[in-house]
C-alpha cells in the first residue's frame, strides 16, 4: 500500500531561521511521483515542486530546496531564510504511474514569526 | 491562463439536506478529480475523471454522494443526504491527463448542522 508520512505536525520558527520539513513515502512501484504543495490561509492548494522516482537531483528555487533520496524513501523540504509569508501548511504528496491520485501525508504547519 | 474554478466557496446545510458543488477546470485539462479535505488532514480522493470518464471512485461514498462530468469539462458533486462528518472542504483539481501535475482550485467549505 502506498503512504505519506510528514512526522512533524507543528514547526514554530523566527523569521530569517532555516526551516526543514521531513517527508517519508512508500511504495512498491518503481515509477512514481513525488509533489510538494502549500495550503496557506485561504485554503488553496498551490503547487511547488514534481519530481520523478529516476531523478534523485536535488533542486534548489530561490529559497527553496529539496532533498530526494530513494535509500531513505525520504523527499524533504527546506526553506532558507524564512519569511512570514511562508507560514502555512504543507504537504507531501506521492502519485503512482498508473491512474494519477495523489496520496498526501497528513501535513505540517508551519509558522514564521516576525 | 485561467485557474479551477469552484462554487460555492462556503455551504452551511443541516443533516440531511443535500447540497451540490461545482467545478470548472483548467482548459484543455483531460483529467478531474474531486478531493475532500477533513479539518487537519490531507486531501483524500473521492473521484476521478478522464474527460466524461470514471477512472477511480472506490472511495467515493456512493450511498449518498454521487459525481458527473458531462461533456467532458465541467463536475458537479452531490450529497444527498448529508450527514454532519461530510463537513469538511471539497476540492477539486485538473490535470492534462493522469500522473501529470494537479492544480488546485480555492475549494468549497461545507458545514453540516
Known amino acids: 500500500a502506498q503512504k505519506v508520512t510528514q512526522a512533524q505536525t507543528e514547526i514554530s520558527v523566527v523569521e530569517k531561521e532555516d526551516v526543514t520539513l521531513d517527508c517519508v513515502y512508500e511504495?512498491?512501484?518503481?515509477?512514481?511521483?513525488l509533489f510538494w504543495y502549500k495550503q496557506p490561509p485561504s485554503g488553496e492548494l498551490v503547487f511547488l515542486i514534481r519530481?520523478?522516482?529516476?531523478?534523485?537531483q536535488n533542486e534548489i528555487s530561490g529559497r527553496y530546496s529539496w532533498n530526494f533520496q530513494k535509500s531513505t524513501s525520504s523527499f524533504n523540504f527546506t526553506i532558507t531564510a524564512s519569511q512570514v509569508v511562508d507560514s502555512a501548511v504543507y504537504f507531501c504528496?506521492?502519485?503512482?504511474?498508473?491512474?494519477?491520485?495523489?496520496?498526501f501525508g497528513q501535513g505540517t504547519e508551519l509558522s514564521v514569526k516576525p | 491562463e485561467a485557474g479551477v474554478a469552484q462554487s460555492p466557496r462556503y455551504k452551511i446545510i443541516e443533516k440531511r439536506q443535500s447540497v451540490a458543488f461545482w467545478c470548472n477546470p483548467i482548459s484543455g485539462h483531460a483529467t478531474l478529480y474531486w478531493y475532500q479535505q477533513i479539518l487537519g488532514q490531507g486531501p483524500k480522493l473521492l473521484i476521478q475523471f478522464q474527460n466524461n470518464g470514471v477512472v477511480d471512485d472506490s472511495q467515493l461514498p456512493k450511498d449518498r454522494f454521487s459525481a458527473e462530468r458531462l461533456k467532458g469539462v465541467d463536475s458537479t458533486l452531490k450529497i444527498q443526504p448529508a450527514k454532519l462528518e461530510d463537513s469538511a472542504v471539497y476540492l477539486c483539481a485538473s490535470s492534462l491527463w493522469g500522473g501529470e501535475t494537479q492544480y488546485f482550485g480555492p475549494g468549497t467549505r461545507l458545514l453540516v448542522l
Open positions: 511504495t512498491r512501484d518503481t515509477t512514481y511521483y
Open positions: 519530481r520523478n522516482s529516476f531523478d534523485e
Open positions: 504528496a506521492l502519485c503512482d504511474n498508473q491512474g494519477g491520485k495523489l496520496i
